[in-house]
């Protein structure tokens, strides 16, 4: 079969998922091929034929070539203000190679003034008309070869983002019209959440031939005959990825030690609101299962990709060391208390954590089931700074259990730990449509369409959106002037390149 990841998402690393599906289908002897068609439709439209309209676009046409090979060599992230021009200016090319009146393409979104990405008739609407498309170019001019090459029946979608879902219901238009007699089947975290939604009905059922909800390895089996199979996690297969195409500098490779969040508690989470069953490995196998990534494709980084890695997982990484550094999200453990176990995971390659701090108010977070206590925080935050690890803290505004005089305490707490925090990632709430909390909220649709997964509510506290926002612009941002700038589109995904690479001078 063939399986294809849509754009638009990031494109500096392959995509998991369909890594993943592979590794499952090739160990049962069941042919498959992936074509990444985000990084090779951005780059397609990137190195299209475009016409400058200002003297911006000008300067970054005649460089084309030097930014994109800049991006991906590590001298770039020595500096972030040389680092932000490229990007900038790539992104302008990437913007006007379409119609930018009606499309708003960028390194990391995609929008339609047209269509909704969250309104299932749009989507539909997206694979008739997939002519108008930004992407029916390339589908013709690079997917279609490859799929007549291939002469498969079945073709995978993986539909993960928001980002991806009106060019991926393009992509299965186009497909149904012209390749006749194949069949489409959809998987991915987008279309698992809207499968999750008590209310859904099957919207697609005349386009795509089969949906699959959660994860796509053992239902896939099943459809080409492999019944019961009981295996869960597979190291994934990177074998489709090319050198020197994604916009990083080095070979990154995302890896999985877990299925779902070992905690699961926090009541802000949709990965609760939809209660993906946890699943996990011995971190001894998971260790195994990653040498052999290390071994197979000599990754320069591996981007640990769990919702949050475990603490066992933890402590078997930093007993190692690998040909690769590394990066993910991870919880405020008790094991950070230690700084000689900051230390030694900084010498297994740890360049960056990812944090999720979520609020500096204790009681926010004793509300929100957060298992967080500050008092550890600022222990950990030190002892990563000192270790040479990188912190990406990740704060969240406006939930129901938070007022203003709680978000000037996250402030404070900020301030008074800057010194150990690297970059700060500032949400603000939305509120997961199907959460155990919509049921005691004053509620309101959030956006128009049936698809939509998050709702308005009126803030018990009257600590609305408006009011977190202008808090967050007028006094949290100016305030906390210390904090580095996230790498513009790319964010934690680029991140950590800049422990190895910058230049403080
Ligand atoms: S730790 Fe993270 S993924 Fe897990 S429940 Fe909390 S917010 Fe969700």
């Not at 069949?183 to 949906?211: A, E, H, N, Q, V």
């Amino acid at each position: 079969m063939l399986l294809i990841f849509p754009p638009v998402a990031k494109p500096c690393e392959p995509p998991a998922g369909v890594a993943l599906l592979s590794a499952a289908l090739k160990e049962q002897e069941i042919d498959c091929k992936i074509i990444d068609a985000n990084v090779e439709g951005l780059l397609y439209l990137i190195n299209s034929d475009i016409i400058p309209v200002d003297s911006w676009s000008q300067r970054a046409l005649k460089h084309r070539e030097s930014i994109l090979s800049d991006l991906k060599n590590s001298t770039v992230y020595k500096n972030m203000d040389r680092y932000h021009q490229r990007v900038y200016d790539l992104n302008k090319l990437l913007s006007i190679s379409v119609d930018n009146k009606r499309f708003r393409i960028t390194l990391s979104d995609y929008s339609d003034s047209k269509l909704s990405s969250v309104n299932s008739k749009d989507l539909l609407k997206s694979a008739k008309e997939y002519k108008e498309n930004p992407f029916y170019n390339y589908f013709e001019d690079k997917l279609r070869n490859q799929i007549e090459e291939l002469n498969t029946e079945f073709i995978g979608i993986s539909l993960c983002y928001l980002n991806q879902a009106l060019v991926s219901f393009a992509l299965a238009g186009w497909i149904k019209d012209n390749f006749k007699g194949k069949k489409i089947i959809m998987g991915g975290g987008l279309i698992s959440s809207w499968m999750s939604r008590p209310d859904y009905s099957d919207p697609f059922k005349d386009l795509i031939d089969i949906t699959i909800k959660g994860e796509g390895e053992q239902p896939l089996l099943e459809f080409f005959g492999k019944k019961n199979i009981e295996k869960r996690h597979f190291i994934p297969d990177y074998e489709f990825v090319k050198d020197d195409v994604y916009l990083a500098p080095g070979k990154i490779l995302p890896f999985r030690g877990s299925i779902g969040c070992y905690w699961s508690k926090c009541r802000f989470c949709p990965e609760k609101a939809e209660t993906r069953p946890y699943s996990s490995q011995r971190a001894s196998k998971v260790l195994d299962d990653l040498k052999v990534i290390d071994r197979k494709y000599k990754p320069d980084y591996v981007h640990l990709i769990d919702n949050a890695v475990t603490p066992a997982f933890l402590k078997a990484l930093s007993m190692n060391t690998f040909g690769f550094k590394w990066y993910g999200f991870v919880r405020f453990e008790k094991e950070f208390l230690d700084q000689d176990f900051c230390h030694n995971l900084k010498k297994s390659g740890c360049e960056m954590l990812k944090l999720g701090l979520e609020s500096g108010d204790q009681g926010v977070l004793d509300q929100m089931k957060k298992g967080t206590d500050l008092k550890r925080v600022s222990i950990i935050l030190k002892n990563l700074h000192h270790a040479g690890i990188l912190t990406f803290v990740y704060l969240l505004f406006g939930t129901s259990f938070e007022d203003s005089r709680a978000a000037v305490k996250t402030l404070d707490y900020v301030k008074s730990h800057e010194k150990y925090i690297d970059y700060l990632n500032l949400a603000v709430f939305n509120l997961p449509k199907f959460s155990e909390d919509a049921n005691s909220l004053d509620t309101s649709e959030f956006y128009h369409g049936d698809l939509s997964l998050y709702l308005n509510f009126n803030h018990p506290m009257g600590w609305d959106r408006r009011q977190v926002k202008q808090f967050l612009d007028k006094t949290f941002k100016k305030q906390v002037s210390h904090i580095r700038k996230n790498p513009a589109f790319f964010s934690s995904n680029h991140a950590a390149f800049f422990n190895t690479f910058e230049d403080k001078s």
